[in-house]
């Protein structure tokens, strides 16, 4: 968000505040729309930040100068008494001049760019910069006012001149306002009430929402509320939209705070088919009237949900021509698989391989988790360029800018062209590390085994032999448990035959399948083949292949059972030509 006025600027102060939250200001006491006059704020500041210093036009024309004196007292003594800025903090005059024969004064052609002073990164708390105002129109007497202006704080403030302060409290002060949570867990259909306890060490603003815990798996919040929404006096809240959202996860607050303790009560709903889950409370209580929200105590409360786990939805990355990926998220409905599409990354053209080492997850709630235990299993990808080396992505949840869904590469290697065909296999020895199967050029296939090392490129073990023989399939397609035994199995497309076999998981790392068993045959007419993982939120996995002639996308239901993992197949869209690769 950047550095910035945040509540009660010298500019625009209360209404931007009210703004920002979708609140209209209400306009104030009427005046003669060409009398002149301002008006000047305290300001609360964090320290290493950098206010400008000046009055607010209320209302007229201001055709003249406005003279600024800074001061470390408040400007209640003689003329020029404590002139100046505390130690270590540095002023920049900007468009203004400094006035000739006096300390600390600037004479300002009204503009809006008055002085600007940065407070020193470690400023004592309560450091506080005195200025006083006077507003001299264009034939008035100028030395008038600088001596108004440096003795601001002993005259009565009037239209034209008067004083403020800014008043430095450090991360420590800002601390001192807490929040306690009060949040029984929730059961589907019930209702229960939470309470949250806000202690209000300085007056300020408070936002407050509701989502997902970290790490929790999208969907299944079904929680109604907040519902009979009330706060003790004190502290004052409103919806940040117009109307408060049905759903939990979509309600914020923005909260207005005096000094004291406070509290908020609500209650809320689980619906019928709720699921297991952890939901968080967050507030970030902000008492700078300048910087970011970056300088807001955020703390967070966590409440539990029962019902069913939350099964992970999958998605499809798909590469067109350009070297573009394509994600399309996962719905979990068999219907429509499929939901909204977003660009994932640029510049996959160059490679000849691709191949994901699990099936791709969602993500979870994150905003932003790198690479790390967490990620695992989600989706790691692997990717041999011409030259034959091989580049390792890791799963990350992050922004685009990034190159969402992944981390930057790692290399893992050089001499990968030796194979004629890389595959993820999922996590076949079950040691939480997914792992790569890659055949030679004689038919002979190899496994190698995941690390599960983040640091540097070693992310494989010395490659294991699992047989000959694998020539005679032109696809093959694995990652995942297709027959309910917890085991990752593998597809393998015949050559020419177009039949189709299963080769069940033993959990082995030596020995990793067992004795094919043929599914059917006819698969010779998909160029694509994809074991996606989860797609109908059934718990099973499932698999995509696409039509070679016509482009179009078949979803073939997993059923959990060995003899006959798949259902019959479902059309789920057309128009995927378009694409060189999915995985």
Request: overall charge neutral.
């Amino acid at each position: 968000m950047g550095k910035r006025m945040r509540r009660a600027a010298a500019t625009t102060g209360t209404a931007a505040l009210l703004a920002v939250a979708g609140v209209t200001a209400g306009t104030g006491t009427a005046v003669a729309a060409d009398e002149v006059r301002f008006s000047a704020q305290d300001i609360v500041i964090p320290p290493g930040t950098n206010p400008r210093i000046g009055p607010s036009p209320d209302s007229g024309t201001a055709d003249g100068r406005v003279v600024i004196a800074l001061s470390t007292k408040p400007l209640t003594g003689p003329a020029g008494d404590g002139a100046g800025v505390p130690r270590g903090f540095e002023v920049d005059p900007l468009h203004c001049t400094e006035a000739p024969g006096v300390t600390a004064v600037y004479l300002c052609h009204y503009s809006g760019m008055f002085p600007e002073i940065t407070a020193p990164a470690d400023a004592a708390d309560m450091t506080t910069v005195h200025w006083g105002y006077a507003y001299v129109p264009r034939n008035g007497s100028l030395a008038e006012g600088i001596e108004a202006a440096r003795t601001a704080g002993a005259r009565p403030a009037d239209a034209t001149h008067g004083t403020g302060k800014v008043i430095v409290k450090t991360a420590a002060h800002a601390a001192l306002n807490t929040v306690a949570y009060e949040l029984p867990s929730l059961s589907p259909g019930k209702t229960v009430h939470h309470r949250l306890r806000v202690h209000s060490n300085d007056a300020g603003t408070m936002r407050l929402g509701f989502s997902l815990a970290a790490g929790q798996e999208r969907g299944g919040i079904r929680i109604g509320g907040p519902q009979n929404f009330t706060t003790s006096s004190g502290l004052s809240c409103r919806p940040s939209y117009s109307d408060v959202a049905k759903s939990l996860t979509g309600t914020s607050y923005w909260c207005d705070a005096e000094a004291g303790d406070h509290t908020i009560d609500y209650d809320v709903t689980g619906g019928a088919d709720l699921s297991a889950q952890k939901v968080g409370v967050l507030t970030a209580y902000g008492i700078y009237d300048w910087g970011g929200f970056e300088y807001d105590v955020y703390r967070k409360g966590t409440f539990t949900t029962t019902g069913p786990v939350v099964r992970p939805m999958h998605f499809l990355l798909a590469r067109d021509s350009s070297g573009a990926l394509v994600r399309h998220y996962g719905t979990g409905e068999a219907a429509a698989p499929f939901g909204s599409r977003t660009e994932a990354a640029r510049g996959w053209q160059g490679y000849n391989v691709i191949t994901a080492l699990s099936p791709l997850r969602n993500d979870p709630n994150y905003s932003d988790m790198k690479p790390s235990a967490v990620t695992r299993g989600r989706g790691d990808t692997v990717a041999r360029d011409a030259s034959g080396t091989l580049w390792y992505y890791d799963r990350q949840f992050v922004s685009h800018q990034y190159g969402y869904p992944y981390a930057p590469r790692v290399r893992v290697g050089s001499g990968w062209n030796v194979y004629d065909r890389l595959d993820g296999a999922g996590d076949v020895d079950r040691d939480g590390y997914a792992d790569l199967l890659a055949r030679d050029k004689a038919g002979v296939l190899w496994l190698y085994k995941g690390t599960g090392r983040l640091t540097d490129g070693k992310r494989f073990k010395a490659p294991v032999r699992v047989g000959a023989g694998w020539a005679a399939y032109d696809r093959l397609a694995g990652g995942d448990d297709l027959t309910g035994d917890g085991r990752p199995d593998l597809l393998a497309r015949e050559r020419g035959t177009g039949v189709l076999w299963l080769y069940k998981g033993t959990g082995s790392g030596t020995a990793p399948y067992a004795t094919r068993t043929r599914i059917g045959a006819g698969w010779g007419a998909y160029d694509q083949l994809v074991v996606t993982g989860d797609l109908t939120d059934d718990g099973r996995a499932d698999a995509v292949a696409r039509e070679r002639a016509t482009g179009v996308l078949w979803l073939y239901k997993g059923t959990g059972k060995a003899t006959a993992p798949f259902t019959g197949r479902t059309r789920i869209g057309a128009d995927w030509g378009v694409y060189n690769h999915l995985f």
